[in-house]
């Protein structure tokens, strides 16, 4: 993390402050009301739950201090995404989106917006650097791309797309706003799952766009509205507090990913192994360019599939779970889901626990441990 990004997590603790009247609670309440008193309409800042509630408000401000954006909270990281994509599309647009991100993205693209006329085009991430972008409405990356962890120079693919008068969504749920910045790189929505990392303890749904267009945002705040995809208040809540130690849980999970990483690399059971903070890895460059650091997500392949789940039944430490970001390690054959990986191919994301026990117990299981 860099000093911006101190900063930041820094004014997140205690932004709440200046606005706080003499007796009130330091922290958000979970505001579970869908009216509020309202004898005239002028001047509310709350009328009614599904246009908007202070405990929403409390994450959205969060968020808005580490996007430096304006933010819109939604209930899942897919509900973000739709909202993104619905507000910048109409029949007969085209937008980009990479053929190996986030699978439910792109059974979004093909169920859903092509339903309503949208052309999608699928472009594996690394060939989108020289993709022609002309005549496409939005350009759509994730970067690193789940799970294959290619990286995608974001400020050059924003030059391109506005050059052709395309707008850039970036997924930027692998990173989260204290590792990488998309918007300050030219990105017009970042959109993200706060499933993941931010909430962090594997019991919310919940995602956010942001964004520094006034008018898009306002676009997308009113879709909410209209659609009716509104997050929950105890899980507003639950992201809130998972706020307040995402930047803790990352430099524990992003230092532990980093040794382990390494050592992985160098284990002889490991055929091959994907870490954007690596020397050596393919993503090394662009990372080293637009990431804070390499991140939590390792990727690697034993032999097979009954080596994989070998390994992953073995380790004490490693949740046999889909899904990443949160304080427990956590680890899965992706080629179970279809992802165009090799059947021995796991991601891992690396928790909060002490890095040489953790290492010591993936050691272990691994092919010729003493597990
Ligand atoms: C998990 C994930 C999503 C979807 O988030 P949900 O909260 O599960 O809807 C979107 N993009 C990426 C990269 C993800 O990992």
């Known amino acids: 993390m860099d000093e911006l990004a101190r900063a930041r997590m820094a004014h997140v603790l205690h932004h709440r402050k200046a606005g706080l009247s003499l007796g009130e609670p330091v922290v958000p309440v979970i505001s579970v009301a869908t009216t509020f008193h309202l004898p005239e309409a002028q001047g509310a800042a709350y009328y009614y739950g599904r246009s908007g509630q202070p405990t929403w408000d409390a994450v959205e401000a969060q968020l808005a201090i580490l996007e430096a954006a304006e933010v819109v909270a939604f209930p899942s990281g897919m509900a973000a995404i739709s909202a993104a994509l619905i507000a910048c599309l109409r029949a007969g647009a085209r937008v980009m989106i990479p053929s190996d991100g986030y699978y439910v993205t792109r059974l979004l693209g093909r169920d859903l917006l092509a339903v309503y006329g949208v052309e999608v085009v699928e472009v594996p991430t690394l060939e989108m650097a020289a993709a022609d972008f002309t005549g496409f409405d939005v350009i759509y990356i994730e970067t690193p791309s789940n799970p294959g962890l290619d990286v995608i120079d974001i400020a050059a693919i924003s030059v391109r797309a506005h050059a052709a008068g395309a707008l850039v969504i970036a997924d930027n749920t692998t990173m989260t706003p204290l590792l990488q910045r998309p918007l300050d790189l030219g990105a017009d929505l970042v959109v993200a799952a706060d499933t993941k ?12 766009v942001a964004g520094r ?72 460059a662009i ?20 080596e994989a789940e070998a390994f992953l039944s073995a380790c004490p430490l490693i949740e046999q779970a889909t899904s990443f970001g949160g304080v427990h390690t956590a680890a899965e054959r992706r080629a179970r889901w279809g992802d165009s990986v090799s059947p021995g191919f796991i991601r891992l994301s690396v928790g909060i626990e002490p890095c040489e026990v953790l290492w010591s117990a993936i050691a272990a299981a691994l092919p010729g441990g003493n597990c």
Not at 225 to 254: D, K, N, W
């Open 197 to 208: 990392a931010p909430a962090g303890h594997s019991d919310a749904l919940f995602g956010h």
């Open 213 to 284: 267009d006034a008018n898009l945002m306002a676009r997308i705040r009113e879709g909410r509205r209209q659609s009716g995809s509104v997050p929950g208040p105890f899980e507003a809540y639950l992201v809130h507090r998972g706020i307040e130690t995402l930047e803790l849980r990352l430099a524990r999970m992003c230092e532990t990913a980093a040794v382990i990483a390494e050592r992985l690399a160098a284990h002889q059971a490991v055929k091959r192994l994907r870490y954007p903070g690596l020397s050596g890895d393919a993503s090394y």
């Open 287 to 306: 990372a080293q360019k637009q990431m804070l650091n390499g991140g939590f997500l390792i990727g690697f392949e034993l032999a097979s599939e009954a």
